[in-house]
């Protein structure tokens, strides 16, 4: 079976421009996470999804990012306007539900420039 | 919140010994305890978990041992090979959702 998939893997791009981050989670799953990661912080959540309804966003770092989820196979991490400070690696996961077991995908290596 | 710390921040063992990584959590109130492993450039891969009903957990090389009492857990993983290098994450949550993560222990297994 597919894993998260998270796209684009890299992305490079001069501050001020507006990032979009895309997640598939794994079918079936109706909880869905996003992540990021730093050297300074480390592994922290942003945004937690429960059947497409934000549940905790809490961890969301400003008012420049926003995150969406239309339907049960797709969510997205808007970043509009980028800084440099966001630089990071971004992760999506998803589980079957609250309390279950979290699967990751292989990130989205962002970089501000 | 919850605060995990975990120890050791690097680990070099020789292949076939053993290696333990341990982790303190804060809030009494966690329970549940999942181990990830993130090799370079790949997200974290869940390796296995334990809830707070159970105090040890066993899957092939890898066990998990929890005390609760003492808010301690440990992952330890036996006869070691190269493939075991890469950095393991602890994690503690208290609501059935918030995972909070120990900052990670990078991993070497020497040939």
């Known amino acids: 079976d597919a894993g998260v998939i998270q796209s684009p893997r890299h992305e490079v791009t001069e501050m001020g421009q507006e990032v979009t981050l895309r997640c598939k989670p794994i079918?079936?799953?109706?909880?869905l996470f996003w992540y990021r990661q730093t050297m300074m912080r480390g592994l922290e959540l942003l945004i937690y999804?429960?059947?497409?309804?934000?549940?905790?966003d809490s961890g969301m770092p400003e008012d420049r990012f926003s995150a969406k989820m239309p339907n049960a196979s797709f969510s997205t991490l808007k970043i509009q306007p980028s800084e440099p400070r966001d630089s990071a690696v971004y992760f999506c996961?998803?589980?079957?539900?609250?309390?279950?077991?979290?699967?990751f995908g292989d990130g989205t290596r962002l970089s501000i420039l | 919140g919850e605060n995990v710390e975990q120890h050791p921040s690097t680990l070099s063992v020789q292949e076939g010994d053993s290696a333990v990584i341990k982790c303190t959590y804060s809030?009494?109130?966690?329970?549940?305890f999942p181990w990830y492993k993130q090799e370079l450039g790949k997200g974290p891969q869940l390796i296995i978990d334990i809830r707070s009903n159970v105090g040890e957990k066993k899957d092939q090389r890898i066990a998990v041992t929890l005390n609760k009492t003492a808010k301690h857990f440990s992952l330890h993983i036996t006869e070691t090979q190269p493939e075991d290098s890469a950095v393991y994450f602890c994690a503690a949550s208290s609501n059935d959702y918030k995972l909070s993560f120990g900052a990670g222990t990078t991993v070497t297994v020497r040939a």
């Open positions: 996961a998803s589980s079957r539900g609250q309390g279950q077991p979290q699967h």
């Open positions: 079918s079936g799953h109706n909880s």
């Open positions: 809030d009494s109130a966690s329970n549940y």
């Open positions: 999804f429960n059947n497409n309804v934000p549940i905790d």
